[in-house]
């Protein structure tokens, strides 16, 4: 029996995504022991990251196979203005500043943006992460600080897109339905392992510069 791709790519960066999963910081948000403004840090990098993936998006909307994985209802960056002004305030968007980790992954993403696997394999990164374990972390979130929609946790809530895992079995079906042969494949799978290890790296260096605050 073929092993579809979408199996293939997950078990092909499982360690990679469960590495991401490890790192201190979220380990550490996961536990209550940060503050709101320094899980707001996280929420900042996000918010820049997205801001280009979600670009990036629109810019290949009209492209016939990374078309395929744009989705206007995934988009990121309104709702994480919502979070940021419900952590920081009105005057939020004087408050953040993207480090350099997430300079670094943002200009992978506008780099890759004219090879549609490589854009898939951030999207594939970042939104099936956000629906999959994502959502364990908005429960653990709301626990912590109190949240509720409107604000603080809105980057996690996905309500246009109706059932969760009928969209993810969707977006699996449209990766197995890609036409790309064994070299492309594999190209695939190293950028999306790139994706997660420049993603935990912003992380890192969140961790990093609390310890030495």
């Known amino acids: 029996m073929t092993t579809s791709f ?3 790519l997950r078990n092909a960066t499982w360690a990679d995504h469960e590495s991401a999963e490890s790192e201190s910081y979220l380990a550490e948000l996961m536990d209550g022991r940060l503050s709101e403004h320094e899980y707001g840090e996280m929420v900042a990098q996000h918010y820049f990251a997205y801001v280009a993936l979600d670009g990036v998006s629109r810019q290949l909307a009209g ?16 709702a994480l203005e919502r979070d940021l002004e419900r952590i920081y305030g009105p005057g939020w968007q004087h408050r953040i500043a993207p480090s350099k980790a997430t300079r670094t992954l943002v200009a992978r993403i506008q780099q ?4 549609p696997g490589g854009y898939i394999a951030h999207h594939y990164t970042r ?4 629906l999959s374990g994502g959502q364990f972390i908005r429960l653990e979130l709301q626990k912590i600080y109190g949240y509720g929609k409107g604000g603080g946790v809105d980057f996690y809530i996905f309500d ?9 079995s969707e977006y699996r079906t449209r990766l197995d339905g890609l036409e ?3 070299r492309e494949r594999q190209r695939v799978i190293r950028e999306v392992r790139l994706a997660y290890q420049l993603n935990t790296e912003v992380l890192t260096e969140l961790h990093h510069t609390r310890q030495a605050a």
Do not use: Q, T
């Open 160 to 168: 246009e897109l109706g059932s969760l895992p009928k969209f993810k």
């Open 127 to 130: 939104y099936l992460g956000d």
């Open 180 to 182: 790309f042969d064994e």
């Open 6 to 8: 979408s199996e293939i």
């Open 112 to 115: 890759v943006a004219d090879w």
């Open 63 to 78: 492209h016939p196979v990374a078309g395929r994985f744009v989705f206007p209802e995934l988009y990121r960056e309104r």
